[in-house]
Nanobody, 127 residues
Framework: EEQLVESGGGLVQAGGSLRLSCAASGFTGDDYTIGWFRQAPGKEREGVSFISRSDGTTYYADSVKGRFTISSDNAKNTVYLQMDSLKPEDTAVYYC????????????????????WGQGTQVTVSS
């Protein structure tokens, strides 16, 4: 059974950093995409950053490019999201998500492309 468990959220001041972790279990092979969505109160869930396990291609939302970095430790089956230069508008619940198959780039930010979700971790950035 596939499972995703997030950790690493918390409260940080603007300009600070946090690192989120997503431990994946039950996945076989490398033909899938894994990454992060976030949802702020009163807003829709939005894609943040993703990595294709098959070839390591990474994707970022424009709002986080240059500030967030996604990486994967394949030996630990864990994906990380290093978040630097955090802004109050980054405040949200962050969800790890993974697909059954590699997601095409055109659909990478679409929540409907992902089959498995973690429970979410709160990130709060104070001004």
């Amino acid at each position: 059974e596939e499972q995703l468990v997030e950790s690493g959220g918390g409260l940080v001041q603007a300009g600070g950093s946090l690192r989120l972790s997503c431990a994946a279990s039950g996945f076989t092979g490398d033909d899938y995409t894994i990454g992060w969505f976030r949802q702020a109160p009163g807003k829709e869930r939005e894609g943040v950053s993703f990595i294709s396990r098959s070839d390591g291609t990474t994707y970022y939302a424009d709002s986080v490019k240059g500030r967030f970095t996604i990486s994967s430790d394949n030996a630990k089956n864990t994906v990380y999201l290093q978040m630097d230069s955090l802004k109050p508008e980054d405040t949200a619940v962050y969800y790890c998500a993974a697909s059954d198959f590699t997601v095409r780039s055109q659909a990478i930010m679409w929540a409907g492309a992902y089959d498995y979700w973690g429970q979410g971790t709160q990130v709060t950035v104070s001004s």
